[in-house]
């Protein structure tokens, strides 16, 4: 079965800060993976996705990720944080072999960027 | 693009009532999922459908929950009857067919349903 784990449950960076938020997965074979905003009060947002190619994504709002195999992450991250950037991130992952199945979703992430 | 469309927004019933919870997804998309967000529970998928047609409902909690998608523009999810346990935030997702598993779902801004 496929999953993802998100091991913290909050984030805490000063602002200016380079950011991680972590993810690992479990999957069989290759794997797509994504990342997910939540700012509060509204819907999840598509940041990046990693299907192929590249290790190093790059998405929206300066986001980046970096697929790892041998270590079977993709950790979301940043340069230089800001305040704006807090909000809840999930990261999700979906066997390529499943057609257009739901994603599977960690527990999320909180991130607090501090001024 | 409209993106998807949720109604209401916000709901607010006593235990018992019927509620129903609207979904329109984006045009072209033939995939649409149906999640509820809670803090104990996080986000679960509760259904979702391939073209109008119900493929996994095992996430829905009890008989009580129904969904239906009679078009490819609309969804509904209903609650009947409704309990406090239920109150959550309700989201709709659509994502668009052809490359499959390389499609990302894109969500709804939700429905907050306060169940008294």
């Known amino acids: 079965a496929q999953s993802v784990a998100q091991p913290e449950d909050q984030v805490n960076v000063a602002e200016g800060n380079p950011l991680t938020v972590k993810c690992t997965y479990s999957v069989s074979g290759n794997p797509y993976l994504f990342w997910y905003v939540q700012y509060p009060n509204r819907g999840l947002q598509f940041l990046l996705k990693?299907?192929?190619?590249?290790?190093l994504v790059k998405g929206s709002y300066g986001f980046e990720a970096e697929f790892n195999k041998s270590q079977t992450s993709f950790h979301l991250k940043k340069p230089s944080a800001l305040v704006s950037d807090s909000a809840l991130y999930f990261c999700a992952v979906r066997d390529p072999g499943s057609g257009n199945t739901p994603l599977v979703f960690g527990k999320g992430t909180r991130l607090s960027v501090i001024a | 693009d409209a993106g998807v469309i949720q109604s209401p927004r916000h709901e607010v019933t006593e235990m018992g009532q019927e509620v129903t919870l609207r979904c329109k997804p984006i045009?072209?998309?033939?995939?649409l999922f149906w999640y509820r967000q809670t803090m104990m529970r996080g986000l679960e998928l509760l259904i979702y459908f391939n073209n109008n047609v119900p493929i996994d409902d095992s996430g829905m909690p009890e008989d009580r929950f129904s969904a239906k998608m009679p078009n490819a523009s609309f969804s509904t999810l209903k609650i009947q009857p409704s309990e406090p346990r239920d109150s959550a935030v309700y989201f709709c997702?659509?994502?668009?067919?052809?490359?499959?598993?390389?499609?990302?779902?894109?969500f709804g801004p939700g429905t907050r349903l306060t169940v008294l």
């Open positions: 990693y299907i192929t190619g590249d290790n």
């Open positions: 045009s072209g998309h033939n995939s």
């Open positions: 997702a659509s994502s668009r067919p052809g490359q499959g598993p390389v499609n990302e779902q894109f």
